[in-house]
């Protein structure tokens, strides 16, 4: 969860109040998950319908007087610009904005463009997951000195000894994807790249993992393990499980951080092409690149397939996302 990422990272100086949603007088599981509990001060948000979340909103910080009000979401964003009053500072971070989604129609997604257009005024600064995003605000009529961008981090890490498998097993290839089964992670392009692999790898066992769970996992080939749900070092073993990580996502804010992890944990990746991943080198992405990773099993190639494509990865990540680069990132956004 990207949010937990930003306040484990928070430069010194800040404090937090989270307000969420809460369900039995207690805050989403996903704030107690991980290495530590975030710490953070939590407040019930009662989002049951549009106006009680602007009320209930409208009194939170009223209770609270922030000094920066820093809106996650397409939801809370909207709730938090139309509410706009006093002297705090509004930062809003889409973490993909609603009209980049495929799972709706065109009429929708140009409904929440004009939404979004219409808020920008009200907007002191909006703080981009990553440069695609921050190109799709430029396109809403965002000025440069309005814009921030907070890069990802990993949430895990490689677990002890975990150096890449990738070509250990030569009649074996493990391949997986991390996230919901959901369309925004878009399972059937998953399922189409495990199949094509099959059909052109005869004679290779090609195993197919997706690292998660969702409600349409009942709907999943039988020949696709089903992780289910695990904990940040669960998921570092499940990843260093995989010969190759296939990131098929029809949209994302940023650079994933499931990508993020799967490169943490040293294994090679092939990215579906997306906007929000600008720039990525052909042969990183699930169409371009999987002919050279096809004939690079055939060959006998993969250890060397794997370092060189770990090796642009490198490139195009290029260092910016780390810990201190993230907590830099906060303090010009917060500061």
Known sequence: MAVRGYIANTPPGFEHVVASAHSDDEPAPVWLEGRAPAAVRHL???TSTPVRAVLSLRRLLAAVQPDVVHAHSSFPGVYARVLRGGGARLVYTPHCFAFERRDIGRPVRLLYRGIERSLRGRTDLLAAGGPGEALAAAALGYAPDRVRTIPNVPSVRRASGGASRSGSLPHTVTVGMLGRWAPQKD???FVDLVERLRRELPGVNVRAKWIGGGDGVSQVPGDIEITGWKSPEGVAAELADLDVYLHTAAWEAAVAIAVLDAFEC????LARPISAMPG???SLRTDAGM?????????????????????????YLGGGFTPDAQRAALQRVWG
Request: charged share 30%; glycine share 8%; no cysteine.
């Open 44 to 46: 019930d948000w009662d």
């Open 187 to 189: 399972p059937r392009a």
């Open 266 to 269: 040293g294994i090679p990746i």
């Open 280 to 282: 990525l080198p052909p």
């Open 291 to 315: 002919p050279d990773l096809i004939e690079a099993v055939r060959a006998g190639r993969s250890a060397d397939w794997a370092a060189d494509n770990r090796e642009r990865w490198t490139g």
